[in-house]
């Protein structure tokens, strides 16, 4: 991702030659760089709350669709599949189709089953408040038709309408929200613009400028014109388009659509929200407003193989834990070469749907946990001065351990739509003893307990706790590294499928990675730790604010990729411990740490 850090000089650097040549569009690079320097970007927006940002902060759930040329491919080019993400087929790392083959190939694109009152539908009874359409990814085919480019849908198909304007006339009359996906600065089939041919067809010699104001803004204001109000045009990728255009681009967007929001992928940091790595539900809570997308398989465009669905308990739990974080959840579907949507993918969300449909204060609305984190068993939210538990994993005791909570509390009950089963609570210290009703062992996907305060904002002390009758994971991104290197990466595994760590690496003679963990019960906690590496490793864990110094130390495997190995049984005795990981042996520059699991000995 080293494309999108940019270095600080060159930026400053850009910025004053941009204060001097910006000063006559209506947004300025000052002005851009104020509302995303010292302000967060919701306190931005919030002086201007439109009704995007509360569609976007509040309804915090939305439908992606990567549906383009590249879906009737679904993965296969002359009779060979290729694995990875359905709408990269084109590109050199996957199939490599030369360009007039690719688009020749529109001829025989005709997504007759396409049906935009459906699709709406769908989204609406899964719970979701907006869809989000490529209207062009990086292949250069829009899905639309548009005067600017005849690569389209309209011009270039058998298929002989607008699947735009079908679906922003049912998000209309269905009353969701509509946002265009869009390609900015890749586009394999036209020239000068990134990755795309360096010649036009005489073969003169073309530059981004030509891509840019022949096809990209042109279409950009097609977008934005022609299919009544949009809530959202999501850029991709910029690559390295300039501040200037990135301006240009932004000031388009909103001159003909004020209300529209723009993603952060739009380049220079600009745009209104941030959109997480692909795939990815942060660990703690993230302040501002923000979106993490997710792929309900492993590829955004259709795929004949994909077959990976997230199951509908799945898609709750990660529609939860980013709400949980302080997100909005932006789940893909990529419907199929005919235009279907896939009946797995349908399965899963319309069974989410009903379960939402059931609690919906703790979705639409609701804010951050109180805690930063997950808990042992699941997440919390708040909404209208009450906590919520979200129980993803019931314990099999039926009860669950909290620490910290500030509040007092007033009431707590065990949620079923309409239905609510009274849940006692024991006070011990910083500790709450929850025990719930054996109601809770139904069959439903996430149990819901709300829980009544005493009128003041949910407060609760962020420390990490151990949970007696669970296991508990902690990652490295919680423990303060000392003697050794913090780091963060992105790989992908298969081809466009993107995973992400913390880890700790770099390990020097006194390197450790500390954890300050509140225990409640006092006893063994069976340790295991996450890594990757080479060869074999040994490792130590220290109990550091023991007399003692009590620890354990074994010799594990290691391979290349992240792993659990257990390490041994330690005592902790109750209140807040201090434990440290040390490597002993091992390649101290790569082994990687990633995390530390605690499971009480029963
Ligand atoms: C991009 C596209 O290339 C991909 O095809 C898909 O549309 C996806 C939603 O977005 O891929 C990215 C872009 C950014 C990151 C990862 C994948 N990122 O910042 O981690």
Not at 78 to 95: C, V
Not at 254 to 267: E, V, W
């Amino acid at each position: 991702m080293d494309h999108i850090k940019s270095n600080l000089s060159q930026r400053i650097l850009l910025f004053t030659i941009l204060l001097i040549s910006v000063l006559s569009n209506p947004v300025s690079a000052q002005e851009m760089n104020e509302m995303w320097g010292k302000q967060s970007n919701k306190t931005r927006l919030a002086s201007k709350e439109s009704e995007s940002v509360k569609l976007f902060r509040d309804g915090n759930y939305g439908l992606f669709l990567h549906w383009g040329l590249y879906s009737h491919l679904e993965g296969k080019w002359n009779g060979k599949t290729y694995y990875g993400i359905g709408e990269w087929i084109m590109h050199p790392s996957m199939a490599g189709i030369p360009v007039d083959d690719y688009m020749a190939s529109a001829a025989n694109f005709n997504p007759v089953n396409f049906d935009a009152e459906k699709i709406v539908k769908l989204a609406c009874d899964a719970g979701m408040k907006y869809i989000i359409l490529t209207a062009k990814h990086h292949e250069g085919f829009a899905m639309f038709h548009s005067e600017a480019d005849s690569f389209n849908i309209v011009d270039a198909t058998p298929f002989d309408r607008d699947p735009l304007l079908e679906l922003s006339r049912e998000c209309q009359r269905q009353g969701i929200g509509l946002g265009f996906y869009y390609s900015q600065s890749q586009d394999w089939t036209a020239p000068g613009a990134i990755k795309g041919p360096k010649t036009d067809k005489n073969g003169n010699e073309v530059s981004f400028d030509d891509y840019f104001y022949r096809k990209c803004l042109p279409q950009v204001t097609e977008l934005c014109t022609k299919y009544g109000p949009i809530s959202l045009i999501w850029f991709d990728t910029p690559g390295n388009i300039s501040m200037d255009q990135v301006l240009e681009l932004y000031n388009t967007v909103k001159k003909y659509q004020p209300d529209a929001l723009i993603s952060g992928r739009i380049g220079h940091n600009m745009g209104d929200y941030r959109t997480l790595g692909d795939m990815e539900i942060p660990s703690a809570n993230a302040e501002g407003l923000w979106e993490a997308c997710d792929v309900i398989n492993d590829t955004w465009g259709y795929n004949w193989f994909d077959k990976n669905w997230k199951t509908p308990k799945e898609v709750v739990t990660n529609l939860l834990s980013t709400v949980a974080r302080g997100g909005t959840y932006l789940l893909n579907v990529g419907p199929a070469g005919d235009g279907s949507m896939p009946r797995e993918a349908v399965y899963s969300l319309e069974k989410a749907g009903e379960w939402i449909k059931r609690y919906p204060q703790v979705v639409y609305g609701s804010g951050a946990s109180p805690w930063g984190k997950a808990l042992p068993w699941g997440d919390a939210v708040v909404a209208d001065s009450s906590l919520y538990l979200l129980v993803f994993d019931m314990p099999v005791d039926n009860t669950l351990y909290l620490h910290g909570l500030k509040n007092r509390v007033e009431s707590m009950n065990l949620l079923n739509g309409d239905m609510a089963t009274p849940v006692t609570w024991e006070n011990n210290g910083d500790w709450l003893k929850v025990n719930v009703p054996a109601a809770a062992q139904g069959d439903d996907y996430v149990n819901v307990i709300k829980v009544e305060l005493d009128g003041n904002e949910a407060k609760a002390d962020t420390a990490l706790f151990l949970s007696p009758n669970s296991p508990v994971k902690y990652g490295v991104e919680f423990a303060t590294a000392s003697d050794s290197h913090p780091g963060y990466h992105n790989w992908k595994e298969k081809f466009g499928e993107w995973k992400h760590a913390h880890f700790i690496n770099k390990w020097g003679e006194n390197g450790k990675s500390t954890w300050e963990v509140e225990v409640m019960e006092p006893g063994y906690y069976q340790v295991e730790l996450e890594y990757s590496g080479e060869k074999r490793v040994v490792w130590r864990v220290t109990l550091d604010n023991d007399a003692d110094s009590s620890f354990i130390q074994n010799q594990q495997g290691a391979l290349p990729a992240y792993m659990f190995k257990p390490i041994g049984w330690i005592y902790l005795p109750a209140g807040r411990q201090s434990l440290s990981v040390s490597l002993v042996e091992g390649n101290r520059d790569i082994t990687a740490l990633r995390s530390i699991r605690l499971s009480p000995v029963k």
